[in-house]
Nanobody, 116 residues
Framework: QVQLVESGGGLVQAGGSLRLSCVPS????????MGWYRQAPGKQRELVAS???????NYVDSVKDRFTISRDKAKNTAYLQMNSLKPEDTGVYYC??????????WGQGTQVTVSS
């Protein structure tokens, strides 16, 4: 079964930057939406950013003007560029793909820790 593999997480000081990548382990067709979620300790998983097949994007208010989601359509790869990181951005970041046929894929998550 195809899985998504995230990379790029780590420990960074406040104000720093990280770039997350999400690569599928196999072929996925008819992707209509790619998203990045995060889950902080003791909190529910929340959608941080998403990009649709028409390249329209959405962001949660707390990351607007700091995070940028993008994709490589040919490689079915999603990216999340995170700038001006804050301690409250700390959490496990997951990528999620949704297809035209209502299939959904999740990654195993990558830890992002921002120190103050």
């Amino acid at each position: 079964q195809v899985q998504l593999v995230e990379s790029g997480g780590g420990l960074v000081q406040a104000g720093g930057s990280l770039r997350l990548s999400c690569v599928p382990s196999g072929s996925i067709s008819h992707i209509i939406n790619m998203g990045w979620y995060r889950q902080a300790p003791g909190k529910q998983r929340e959608l941080v950013a998403s990009i649709s097949s028409d390249d329209s994007t959405n962001y949660v208010d707390s990351v607007k003007d700091r995070f940028t989601i993008s994709r490589d359509k040919a490689k079915n790869t999603a990216y999340l560029q995170m700038n001006s990181l804050k301690p409250e951005d700390t959490g496990v970041y997951y990528c999620h793909y949704r297809t035209l046929f209502r299939n959904a894929y999740w990654g195993q998550g990558t830890q992002v820790t921002v120190s103050s």
